[in-house]
């Protein structure tokens, strides 16, 4: 484009849907949208007919891109037009591949003069803030909460792990003896993990085994499972760990605020939840059916009703005739 300082420029681009919303907060399509729209390079999008290519019948759309809004289009800065240009189009009178329908000089004045008013009429036209196809992803973490036992079935998986198979044929003997004879004991099951490792380094050092950080890690994987009645499990500072199998992601709108959202939205349903700020994107999507979609209520149950009623008898007929 040309530099704002020589003039400006403002450019179309033909794409598809996919660029619409394709990837999500930190990916490169959402990057490319966050660039494009929050240094306020996009003064409209245009969804066009369908079948309008050779070789494709996919909906496409003319991303039109201007860096001189402030300079000759004040009205525009911050803002984001949609325009529905579906129902825009002339039948071709031949075919070519999926190419079916085009652009008559109507369709084109008509798009042209939806784009130069600039008006939100609540059908063809929207008009938007930059800012409202903006999002944070957020990360919920959740309390790591572990109970250990020295079961048959855990053992096993303890064996199974690839730390542990490094060991020697005698070294996996021994540590299975020793989880055996610890599952033997008066407490079965440990809802606190620093009481476990308490109970389980005795046992390990009984048998004569010194397992390395990778092993006892696996050991402790092993033998643990999820269980919300159990301790929660802390760190060396005595923060809460977080659970990664139960980590989610949020999308908050950028209008909306963060912490505000969490307290009614996510709390009230996990209480013990907390944020990872340091996780927190910025992504960008323009969900463009979304904004003009239109609902069509279902046909009532006695017009689908009747329908079937004469396709039976249709069918009754059709078998009658095939008897005779």
């Not at 760190?235 to 980590?247: D, S």
């Not at 989610?248 to 209008?255: A, C, G, K, M």
């Not at 009703?305 to 005739?321: F, G, V």
Request: aromatic share 8%; proline share 5%; net charge neutral.
């Amino acid at each position: 484009m040309r530099p704002v300082h020589e003039g400006g420029s403002r450019i179309g681009i033909v794409l598809n849907g996919s660029p619409l919303f394709t990837g999500g907060a930190g990916a490169g399509e959402s990057e490319i949208r966050k660039y494009v729209i929050e240094n306020d390079l996009v003064e409209a999008i245009v969804a066009l007919p369908t079948d309008m290519f050779y070789n494709t019948g996919i909906a496409t759309y003319i991303w039109i891109l201007s860096n001189s809004k402030k300079q000759k289009h004040p009205g525009r800065v911050g803002k984001i037009q949609l325009i529905n240009g579906v129902d825009f189009f002339r039948k071709m009178r031949k075919s070519l591949g999926s190419k079916r329908k085009e652009l008559g000089p109507k369709d084109i004045a008509k798009i042209v003069q939806v784009y130069g008013a600039f008006e939100d009429d609540g059908e063809t036209s929207k008009i938007f803030n930059n800012q409202d196809f903006g999002y944070s992803t957020i990360t919920v973490e959740r309390p790591l909460k572990l109970s250990f036992a020295c079961t048959a079935e855990r053992i096993e998986a303890v064996l199974g792990q690839k730390p542990v198979e490094k060991l020697s044929d005698d070294g996996r003997q021994l540590l299975e003896k020793a989880l055996t004879r610890l599952g033997e004991g008066e407490t079965k099951l440990w809802k606190n993990r620093e009481a476990f490792l308490k109970a389980l380094r005795p046992a390990l050092s009984s048998a004569g085994l010194k397992l390395g950080a990778p092993a006892l890690k696996a050991v402790l994987a092993g033998l643990s499972k999820h269980d919300e009645t159990a301790d929660v499990c802390k760190g060396p500072k005595g923060a809460p760990e977080a659970g990664t199998e139960l980590r989610d992601t949020e999308n908050v709108p950028l209008r909306e605020d963060i912490k505000a959202y969490f307290e009614h939205e996510i709390l009230p349903h996990v209480p013990d939840a907390w944020i990872d700020e340091s996780k927190t994107k910025i992504g960008y999507e323009i969900p463009f059916t979304r904004h003009f979609y239109k609902y069509v209520s279902p046909r009532s149950l006695d017009e689908i009703d009747a329908d079937l009623n004469t396709l039976i008898a249709e069918i009754t007929t059709l078998l009658a005739e095939v008897e005779k």
